[in-house]
């Protein structure tokens, strides 16, 4: 949390964007109902959601400082930075946390810095064919001061170009 408060203070940006991964910037959940020979070979072969990608070069063209946030493994930190490079958006700033809620944290220092955009599908089960929320985790998001949240209806509509 340290080197995330450093980056922020020393940026001076007071637009920030942040950007959720799996099945928002990604088309995460399909994979799991294919085969690979490992988490890294799944990791690396989820097809970006192309609208998406632009939205984050958009940002970045706009001077906002851009992070990615994404609940996985530790461990799958290289893999992760490398498909953000292989979409040509990564310039820097990937977090990795265990949850969801773990993410508020980042979301709650951000916006004493400026004005948050925050797009993060905060669903899941896709894969078993009813999608569900992280209601709590929704909830929070929407108190914090200075941070416009995107949802989950809202990413779709971006995701197909409505």
């Not at 940006?13 to 085969?35: E, G, R, V």
């Not at 890294?40 to 990615?68: C, N, S, W």
Request: hydrophobic share 40%; proline share 3%.
């Amino acid at each position: 949390l340290m080197w995330f408060r450093f980056i922020l203070y020393k940026q001076k940006k007071t637009f920030i964007a942040i950007f959720d991964i799996d099945n928002t910037l990604a088309d995460s959940w399909p994979t799991y109902c294919m085969n690979f020979i490992s988490q890294k070979e799944r990791l690396i072969h989820i097809k970006p959601f192309p609208r998406m990608t632009q939205v984050v070069q958009d940002y970045y063209l706009k001077g906002a400082l851009v992070f990615f946030i994404s609940a996985r493994r530790y461990r799958d930190y290289r893999v992760t930075r490398q498909w953000l490079i292989n979409q040509k958006i990564y310039r820097g700033n990937l977090i990795i946390v265990n949850s969801p809620e773990e993410k508020l944290k980042f979301l709650r220092l951000a916006s004493q810095y400026g004005a948050v955009d925050y797009y993060d599908d905060l669903s899941y089960n896709h894969e078993n064919g009813e999608v569900k929320f992280y209601e709590t985790c929704i909830r929070k998001v929407c108190m914090i001061p200075s941070v416009r949240y995107f949802d989950y209806h809202q990413i779709r509509k971006l995701q197909i170009g409505e």
